[in-house]
């Protein structure tokens, strides 16, 4: 929650064309921050119409990242990601009941001067490529980080049927179960594919096993573990460059909601069996708490002993602000197709001349690989304030992430980046 003084705040609210995000409450006196976010939605190419924009209509949505939905939900509920609300862990100290005073103070009614971490953990630094280091192919190993409902299912059909790219992801371990390494092609698709599952926590322990990342057979690993791949699969000598693609978390919320009750109505229909969410409104939803909890904050820092219990806190956000700034590649969902160039340029697949190619990434960005549609909420509305009041963390991430986008899009078009040798 956000403690602000004694004055009328200035609410602007930025929309991001396709994202739709309320980014924040800015003090009138605050002229600084004022230009900051004035700026950020000049860049991002936000016109004054859309400043305090609504969106109602219907939002396309890819039927993407089945199999990863259905693994977050059931394995971060545990050791790995705790789907609670996180208010009680970020607002604690809100209505203490020693006077206003809080543990620290000593005595006085004075709040501590907050002190963000500066360094990463070990596995981070050793396992994860710099993006102040050049990209070189022949040591780093691209690595996916799969947000649910954030274009991940896009991604692989891209690196697979316009780049013919070897992926690990599920599908090679449902291709083949030999426990020998090998590239295995979808009869299907002509995709190709690794024989393992770096999607799976169980998967990952075998393509460990079975040194997945050092053989260097798979041009694209895609998983939604960053913590166990990087400690399972990568190591000083074949580090892992991390990339992903970042969508407005309520709208992410708002994705699983209907894809969920599409999932539970094909359970029903199969099995005669009502599922949990099939008769439930979203606003019913929303008001139960029934969503995920900044989510992409647990994603990409797995939180420690200490918080496994619990739920992410600020420190928690500040190293995964850090992973972003320092190790991650950054694209957004709502710049589709820009930011797949930006990734392929970095790591060197891209080839302005190859027709075929272009053609066949603009057909899936324009066309996706579903027709599945569902309304969208209206920022302002009670679903968009619960949603948003249970992924503070995450969308105060997201706007962060805003601005590392704009400057790594602008370094790869100028040649600036560290792209692939």
């Given at each position: 929650?956000?403690?602000?003084?004694?004055?009328?705040?200035?609410?602007?609210?930025?929309?991001?064309?396709?994202?739709?995000?309320?980014?924040?409450?800015?003090?009138?006196?605050?002229s600084?921050?004022?230009?900051?976010?004035?700026?950020?939605?000049?860049?991002?190419?936000?016109?004054?119409?859309?400043?305090?924009?609504?969106?109602?209509?219907?939002?396309?949505?890819?039927?993407?990242?089945?199999?990863?939905?259905?693994?977050?939900?059931?394995?971060?509920?545990g050791?790995?990601?705790?789907?609670i609300?996180?208010?009680?862990?970020?607002?604690?100290?809100?209505?203490?009941d020693?006077?206003?005073?809080?543990?620290?103070?000593?005595?006085?009614?004075?709040?501590?001067?907050?002190?963000?971490?500066?360094?990463l953990?070990?596995?981070?630094?050793?396992?994860?490529?710099?993006?102040?280091?050049?990209?070189?192919?022949?040591?780093?190993?691209?690595?996916?980080?799969?947000?649910?409902?954030?274009?991940?299912?896009?991604?692989?059909?891209?690196?697979?049927?316009?780049?013919?790219?070897?992926?690990?992801?599920?599908?090679?371990?449902?291709?083949?179960?030999e426990?020998?390494?090998?590239?295995?092609?979808?009869?299907?698709?002509?995709?190709k594919?690794?024989?393992?599952d770096?999607?799976h926590?169980?998967?990952?322990?075998?393509a460990?096993?079975?040194?997945?990342?050092?053989?260097?057979?798979?041009?694209?690993?895609?998983?939604?573990?960053l913590?166990?791949?990087?400690?399972?699969?990568?190591?000083?000598?074949?580090?892992?460059?991390?990339?992903?693609?970042?969508?407005?978390?309520?709208e992410?919320?708002?994705?699983?909601?209907?894809?969920?009750?599409?999932?539970?109505?094909?359970?029903?229909?199969?099995?005669?069996?009502?599922?949990?969410?099939?008769?439930?409104?979203?606003?019913?939803?929303?008001?139960?708490?029934?969503?995920?909890?900044?989510?992409?904050?647990?994603?990409?820092?797995?939180?420690?002993?200490?918080?496994?219990?619990?739920g992410?806190?600020?420190d928690?956000?500040?190293?995964?602000?850090?992973?972003?700034?320092?190790?991650?590649?950054?694209?957004?969902?709502?710049?589709?197709?820009?930011?797949?160039?930006?990734?392929?340029?970095?790591?060197?697949?891209?080839?302005?001349?190859?027709?075929?190619?272009?053609?066949?990434?603009?057909?899936?960005?324009?066309?996706?690989?579903?027709?599945?549609?569902?309304?969208?909420?209206?920022?302002?509305?009670?679903?968009?304030?619960?949603?948003?009041?249970?992924?503070?963390?995450?969308?105060?991430?997201?706007e962060?992430?805003?601005?590392?986008?704009?400057?790594?899009?602008?370094?790869?078009?100028?040649?600036n980046?560290?792209?692939?040798?």
């Amino acid at each position: 929650m956000l403690f602000l003084p004694n004055f009328l705040p200035l609410v602007l609210i930025f929309n991001v064309p396709g994202v739709g995000c309320k980014l924040s409450t800015i003090p009138t006196t605050s002229s600084s921050f004022e230009r900051h976010h004035y700026l950020r939605s000049q860049r991002l190419g936000v016109s004054g119409r859309d400043l305090h924009g609504v969106h109602a209509e219907e939002s396309s949505d890819d039927d993407d990242d089945d199999d990863a939905v259905g693994k977050i939900e059931k394995e971060m509920k545990g050791k790995d990601i705790v789907l609670i609300d996180e208010s009680e862990v970020y607002d604690k100290d809100e209505n203490d009941d020693d006077g206003g005073e809080k543990e620290g103070r000593g005595g006085e009614n004075e709040e501590m001067e907050y002190s963000p971490p500066s360094l990463l953990p070990e596995y981070l630094n050793d396992h994860l490529g710099d993006l102040t280091s050049s990209f070189h192919q022949s040591v780093d190993v691209p690595l996916f980080l799969n947000i649910p409902k954030s274009g991940g299912t896009l991604m692989s059909a891209h690196y697979g049927r316009c780049l013919n790219l070897v992926e690990s992801t599920s599908r090679g371990a449902q291709l083949s179960h030999e426990k020998a390494l090998r590239i295995v092609t979808d009869p299907n698709t002509s995709i190709k594919y690794v024989n393992v599952d770096t999607t799976h926590l169980d998967g990952i322990e075998e393509a460990s096993y079975l040194s997945v990342a050092s053989s260097h057979l798979a041009d694209v690993i895609f998983t939604s573990y960053l913590y166990e791949s990087l400690t399972e699969l990568f190591d000083i000598l074949h580090p892992g460059r991390l990339f992903l693609l970042m969508r407005c978390p309520i709208e992410r919320e708002v994705s699983l909601f209907y894809h969920r009750q599409k999932v539970m109505l094909e359970e029903e229909q199969k099995n005669k069996k009502k599922g949990t969410f099939q008769n439930i409104t979203i606003e019913e939803y929303a008001e139960k708490g029934l969503g995920t909890s900044n989510l992409l904050v647990r994603m990409l820092t797995k939180p420690n002993s200490g918080q496994e219990e619990g739920g992410v806190t600020r420190d928690d956000l500040e190293i995964a602000k850090l992973i972003l700034q320092r190790k991650c590649l950054i694209g957004l969902t709502a710049r589709m197709e820009e930011s797949i160039i930006g990734f392929d340029r970095y790591f060197g697949w891209y080839d302005e001349n190859a027709l075929e190619t272009n053609k066949c990434r603009k057909n899936l960005v324009e066309h996706g690989l579903s027709t599945h549609t569902h309304p969208r909420v209206s920022e302002g509305s009670d679903v968009w304030d619960l949603f948003h009041k249970k992924n503070e963390l995450d969308m105060e991430l997201y706007e962060f992430a805003l601005d590392l986008y704009q400057e790594q899009r602008e370094k790869i078009q100028m040649g600036n980046m560290n792209t692939a040798r």
